[in-house]
């Protein structure tokens, strides 16, 4: 079975401060991992990734993953309040169509 | 595209009644996916549907569940009968066909559940 774990389970910062948010998997047959952040509605898009050490940036936000170590971090610089969201983590595997199985998220809090 | 589209968007219903969530995906994708979140259990699979046909459904809690995709455009997931415990926010996301590594889903406003 696929798993995907997620940590810290909640942080709480200071706006400019920068956070590292984690997310490690098992999967039988890796396709791909996802970036996903949810405010308080439906969880949107943020990254893909595939391969290993390609960097995806989206303005301060940007993400990496490392397949021989079946993990990934997600990076937001300089936060603001904007950013406080639940980050959500999910894998994608070859043997099981589009589903995506995922991590139980990082609470993010950014604090004036 | 107005994207995916969830009805309703609160249900309050009361123990024991039937409950029935509508979802139309985005026209063109043919994976659909149903989703529940609570903040014990996150965001949990519930079911998910190839070309209108239920791929796996291993996630659906109990018999008292029920999905189906009559067409390409919608879906229903009903809960008879309802209990507290099924109070929750209730998503559905779609996908477009598989295509190289793009299986990024799209998710639905979503419907929050109260059972009382």
């Known amino acids: 079975e696929d798993k995907v774990v997620q940590s810290p389970l909640s942080l709480v910062v200071h706006e400019g401060d920068t956070v590292t948010l984690n997310c490690s998997y098992e999967v039988t047959n890796f396709r791909s991992l996802l970036w996903y952040k949810q405010e308080k509605k439906a969880p949107t898009f943020l990254f893909m990734l595939?391969?290993?050490?390609i960097e995806k940036k989206s303005g301060r936000l940007s993400s990496i993953l490392d397949k021989k170590e079946l993990f990934s971090i997600l990076n937001i610089t300089a936060t603001q309040t904007g950013d406080s969201a639940v980050y959500l983590c999910?894998?994608?595997?070859?043997?099981?169509?589009?589903?995506?199985?995922f991590g139980g998220g990082t609470r993010l809090m950014v604090k004036p | 595209d107005a994207g995916v589209i969830q009805s309703p968007r609160h249900e309050v219903t009361e123990m024991g009644q039937e409950v029935t969530l509508r979802c139309k995906p985005i026209s063109g994708h043919d994976y659909l996916f149903w989703y529940r979140q609570t903040m014990m259990r996150g965001l949990e699979l519930l079911i998910y549907f190839n070309n209108n046909v239920p791929i796996d459904d291993s996630g659906m809690p109990e018999d008292r569940f029920s999905a189906k995709m009559p067409n390409a455009s919608f879906s229903t997931l009903k809960i008879q009968p309802s209990e507290p415990r099924d109070s929750a926010v209730y998503f559905c996301?779609?996908?477009?066909?598989?295509?190289?590594?793009?299986?990024?889903?799209?998710f639905g406003p979503g419907t929050r559940l109260t059972v009382l």
């Open positions: 595939t391969s290993s050490g």
């Open positions: 996301a779609s996908s477009p066909p598989r295509a190289g590594f793009y299986n990024e889903q799209f």
């Open positions: 999910a894998v994608g595997n070859n043997n099981a169509g589009n589903m995506l199985t």
